[in-house]
């Protein structure tokens, strides 16, 4: 499958992400956006053939919004959650037939107040590792009430801190290694059981 999202990240996008991780480091979690390869890595366990309902955590500068943008079906809805403002009032422009969020702890009240159903899939690039417990835990409940059984949420940290956590809501949880990423990531897919 082609993609179009090969255009190298420009000095802008991480100018921005390096300004942001400066302003609120526990809330942007590297210092620079997330590399061509993870993305890849980050998009590769999603059916999108057959994706209805499609969920982005942590946009950022939007480097996943892009790709999911390009590999969703015409018909799919996509919601993207970003709680620094001027990185979400920038995708909002760049992308206006997303619907943007501000709180991933909202995600199961905008899913409803939207008329969705569950989602297909989530893609989360939260920086776990900086919240406190008690806010990973808020976020792994919606992230688990809100896909649909056989769903799939896929998340990358820099680190396995948070494995242990995930294989607790997950029986089917997969990690692989991107070296190609600065830093190296690591790339959780966890998949919610059927019935």
């Not at 994706?51 to 999911?68: C, D, P, Q, R, S």
């Amino acid at each position: 499958m082609m993609i179009n999202c090969h255009q190298p990240v420009s000095i802008k996008e991480r100018l921005m992400f390096f300004y942001n991780f400066l302003q609120a480091p526990g809330q942007v979690g590297s210092i620079t956006p997330s590399s061509h390869a993870l993305a890849k890595q980050m998009m590769k366990p999603i059916e999108w053939e057959n994706a209805h309902t499609i969920v982005e955590l942590g946009a950022g500068t939007g480097i996943f919004t892009k790709w999911i943008h390009e590999l969703k079906r015409p018909d799919t809805t996509f919601l993207s959650f970003e709680k620094e403002n001027s990185m979400r009032n920038r995708l909002e422009q760049l992308f206006p037939d997303v619907l943007f969020h501000e709180d991933a702890v909202e995600l199961i009240s905008v899913l409803r107040e939207a008329g969705l159903g569950k989602a297909d899939g989530i893609i989360s690039g939260l920086p776990f590792a900086n919240f406190p417990q008690k806010l990973r835990d808020e976020i792994m409940e919606q992230v688990y009430a809100a896909l649909k059984p056989g769903g799939v949420f896929v998340a990358f940290q820099y680190s396995l801190q948070m494995k242990k956590q995930l294989q607790s809501v997950f029986s089917d949880v997969s990690v692989r290694l991107v070296p190609f990423n600065l830093p190296p990531a690591f790339v959780y897919v966890c998949r919610k059981e059927i019935g």
